[in-house]
């Protein structure tokens, strides 16, 4: 176990490092934060930093051996930029999470394997093979590429009368996989830790509301039927176990509504704190950031339990965070701004919190 005054490299400087740096320093963990990015948001509030490429191993060793345990904001860490780390530092999640979580293909697999539920999904590699999983899936489904999608970029609907061979080409010509349509009534999402000891806790589930691919707002808890909450978790202390989990994990689900109830389906693993967690800052005993440092410094986890009946995080987009005065002078809305420099149209400039009684 790590001991207060120890070090925490974060990769990656954007406003989930520098959400894990503040929440660290409460604990006297100090961060050193490695982002390519200079005027990344991270670098305000880190003890250390190393502005440099990923795949600079010189100032990736040089990184490591300044730290004692490295962990990262996002997912799309190069392999080799971990396998570098992990010559000298245990890296948390263990990398083998990132190979899993940065190819969609790779991770739906996984998920059938556990008994998990996901889309109907085909491997898709160029137009013949994307004609026959749209005759498998029938329309309309959806095209994604394999590696690097996020807030609904790299990716395609294929409606009826969509074009295949300009579908394939929007997204670059690159792997791909087509799911097929899942007609769901709520988006869901578990945000819960396992500790190295294997202790594992999950936050209330929570509801996620999208606006233009990007999510808007989240509230905890989801209206959903206390079993299938249950089966949400169940499904994701299934997946952190599999994968030997060691942090904060989030599962994006689908709640589609059935006769005898609803069914879960996962689209999306993030080996990370996640957005719809943000809500656990001001709405829980342990926010998502101070649980993923104590689980990756080898501490005990904190209580996950929720403040209040109700917690409502919506995000500032863009010029949304413009109005920070008025929301400052809202006593019931907790602000929290990431420091941007530049603030654009889509861009995730801060979020707001309501805790109601
Ligand atoms: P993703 O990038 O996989 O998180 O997808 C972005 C959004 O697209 C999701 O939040 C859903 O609203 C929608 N979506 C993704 N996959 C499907 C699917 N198989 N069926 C229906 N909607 C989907």
Redesign the pocket.
């Known amino acids: 176990m790590l001991k207060p005054g120890a070090t925490v490299g974060i990769l990656g400087g954007g406003q989930l490092a520098r959400m894990l740096a503040t929440a660290g320093a409460r604990l006297g963990l100090k961060s050193h934060v490695f982002s390519p990015v200079a005027d990344d948001p991270a670098f305000d509030v880190c003890a250390a930093r190393t502005c440099a490429d990923f795949l600079d191993e010189a100032a990736l060793a040089a990184f490591a051996e300044s730290v004692d345990v490295v962990t990262y904001e996002f997912e799309n860490v190069p392999a080799r930029t971990a396998e570098v780390l992990e010559a000298h530092r245990p890296v948390r999640p263990n990398p083998k999470v990132l190979a899993l979580t940065q190819d969609r293909l790779i991770e739906k697999q996984f998920m059938r394997g556990l008994g998990v539920a996901t ?1 109907d999904f085909v491997d898709v590699c160029d137009v013949d093979s994307l004609a026959r999983a749209v005759a498998r899936l029938g329309r309309p489904a ?1 095209l ?1 590429t394999r590696r690097f ?4 970029k790299g ?1 395609a609907r294929i409606g009826e009368g969509v074009d295949l061979t300009q579908a394939l080409a929007s997204l670059g010509a690159v792997p791909a996989i087509l ?4 007609p ?1 009534s709520k ?1 869901v999402s578990v945000v819960a830790a396992r500790g190295l000891d294997g202790d594992f806790r999950a936050y209330d589930i929570c509801e996620n509301v ?1 606006e233009h ?1 990007i999510l808007a707002t989240t509230i905890a808890p989801a209206a959903i039927a206390d079993e299938t909450a249950q089966a949400a978790i169940d499904m994701t202390r299934r997946i952190a176990e599999a994968a030997d989990y060691v942090g904060v994990i989030a599962v ?1 689900m ?1 709640v589609v509504p059935e006769a005898q109830g609803e069914r879960l389906i996962v ?2 693993i993030a080996p990370r704190v996640h957005n719809s967690g943000h809500w656990t800052l001001d709405g829980a005993v342990t926010s998502q950031f101070e649980q993923h440092m104590r689980a990756i410094a080898g501490m005990p986890l904190g209580a996950t339990r929720r403040h209040g009946s109700q917690v409502v995080m919506r995000n500032l987009i863009g010029a949304d965070a413009d109005k920070w005065a008025e929301i400052l002078a809202d006593d019931g809305a907790c602000l929290h701004l990431y420091g941007k420099k530049e603030s654009r149209p889509g861009r995730k400039m801060g979020h707001v919190t309501r805790v109601f009684p």
């Open positions: 889309a959806i994604k999608g996020y807030d609904g990716q799911e097929g349509f899942v769901f988006e999208h691919h994006e689908f689209n999306e």
